[in-house]
């Protein structure tokens, strides 16, 4: 049932690529501006389940370990909003061999982010939070020296500025000042109103993304499918990449760095498109 669905979910959101990392330690749940703001799962334990199935409740769709159903840390009925999701979910739980291992199941973590609702934030508090990001994001933040380094910050980073200024109509500018730019008040006053059209899932999903990069900017890029899921996590670790390649890389350390960190961004993404998916999957895919 879930190997059809996974060709699905791959076949629609093509810029959400999951690598597969090594072992990371516990506590690498979803982590907000101020910190502390979701869930950091367990390392891991012994695998309960044999079979991992979804039905569909009266608050949306459920996933069953068996004939379990799964509940949030909080105790609440594990109930996610679209079928496209459940099915992303179970895939997780599906997808784990003899031992658990919960900090690789990164959508279950924000769901149940989602669900219990740990630092009781509205949907304004949210968004605040998201926009809050701009006035210290990362492709805006330049360096005078190096001058190579400089030369590659333009290059690599103003694209993406001036396609972000086009996309929603604001002026955003970069600064070298350790003040960071001016980020004038009708530019976060839009992003408010366009982050307002996402639902409360959604939103926590993007905060979860501009956390990873430290850039709203990069982020919203990558939800409109502009870059792709590497690319944004290349351009979020520009200056660590200029002093790898100056200065060679600490043996696998930095590749891990790496794996992990477009692992959480994919799985951010994916979640937000997910949480924003409004048809039906075909039952015939659930079936194959």
């Known amino acids: 049932m879930l190997s059809g669905c996974r060709r699905l979910l791959w076949g629609r959101f093509p810029t959400a ?9 516990a506590g690498s749940g979803p982590v907000g501006p101020g910190g502390g703001r979701g869930y950091a799962p367990p390392a891991e334990r012994k695998r309960f389940y044999q079979n991992v199935s979804i039905s569909q409740g009266e608050g949306g769709f459920e996933i069953n370990l068996d004939h379990r159903k799964l509940k949030t840390p909080q105790g609440k009925l594990f109930t996610v909003p679209s079928e496209a999701l459940a099915i992303a979910v179970a895939t997780e739980w599906d997808s784990q061999k003899d031992t658990i291992k919960f900090y690789t ?28 990001f701009l006035e210290t994001d990362t492709v805006c933040y330049r360096v005078e020296e190096p001058a190579a380094l400089a030369e590659l910050q333009r290059n690599e980073w103003d694209p993406v500025v001036a396609w972000a200024e086009k996309r929603y109509n604001v002026a955003i500018g970069s600064s070298t000042s350790i003040l960071g730019p001016n980020i004038p008040a009708s530019t976060k006053e839009t992003f408010v109103s366009h982050l307002a059209s996402y639902n409360m899932w959604a939103l926590q999903g993007i905060e979860y993304v501009i956390t990873q990069l430290k850039s709203l900017i990069l982020s919203m890029g990558l939800i409109d499918r502009h870059i792709t899921v590497e690319k944004a996590v290349l351009l979020s670790r520009l200056e660590e990449e200029y002093q790898i390649q100056r200065w060679g890389s600490v043996e696998w350390a930095h ?22 998916e409004s048809s039906t999957v075909k039952h015939k895919l659930l079936q194959d």
């Open 17 to 25: 690529r999951f690598p597969r990392p090594p072992p990371a330690a």
């Open 255 to 276: 590749d891990y760095d790496l794996c992990e960190l477009r692992a959480r961004t994919a799985a951010g993404t994916l979640f937000v498109h997910l949480c924003s």
């Open 105 to 132: 199941m990164h959508l279950t973590t924000l769901c149940n982010t989602a669900l219990d609702n740990p630092t009781q934030r509205n949907k304004m508090q949210l968004i605040r939070a998201a926009v809050k």
